[in-house]
């Protein structure tokens, strides 16, 4: 569903992605709004598909996981079976946070958290290298992250 955003719309996202805690009445307060008005507005972009979903944002350093590595994944074999293996067993390892199927050089990127450095090599080595299919996989550890919310057109 395709939905004009208005500048007031736009605004509301903006100021959604910034601390999606706050209350309609509060964000309602800022942008001029009542409460109703800018309740109905956000139920309005939920409906569209605009909004997908409100999530908390976890430090994982103050949770303990200092560590984050971006793992490219080719698959020794390919083939629907395969696919379904691997994704099935991937997104059971719960340090990998984040599988997405690409395409390019690799078939898989994963975001994996880990304590430390020694943390991740037994993550690596012990769940992800035997994983089903699993052939060449490629390390980058972040080193920094600035998050943006994204243009809102």
């Avoid at 939905?3 to 007031?8: H, K, R, S």
């Avoid at 909004?51 to 971006?70: K, P």
């Avoid at 958290?113 to 490629?138: H, K, S």
Wanted: charged fraction near 25%.
């Amino acid at each position: 569903m395709s939905l004009d955003l208005d500048d007031l719309d736009r605004a509301i996202l903006r100021a959604l992605t910034q601390d999606v805690t706050q209350s309609a009445g509060a964000l309602g307060r800022r942008l001029g709004l009542s409460q109703p008005a800018t309740w109905r507005r956000i139920k309005r972009l939920e409906g569209a598909g605009v909004l997908a979903g409100r999530r908390v944002d976890l430090d994982q350093a103050a949770l303990g996981f200092g560590v984050t590595v971006f793992l490219g994944i080719k698959l020794a074999a390919k083939g629907r079976v395969s696919l379904d293996d691997f994704e099935r067993a991937v997104t059971a390892i719960p340090e990998v946070q984040v599988v997405q199927h690409v395409l390019g050089l690799f078939d898989y990127r994963l975001r994996v958290t880990a304590r430390d450095l020694p943390d991740f090599e037994r993550v690596l080595r012990r769940r992800i290298m035997t994983l089903p299919g699993v052939g060449q996989v490629e390390a980058n550890v972040l080193l920094s992250e600035e998050r943006r919310p994204g243009p809102l057109g």
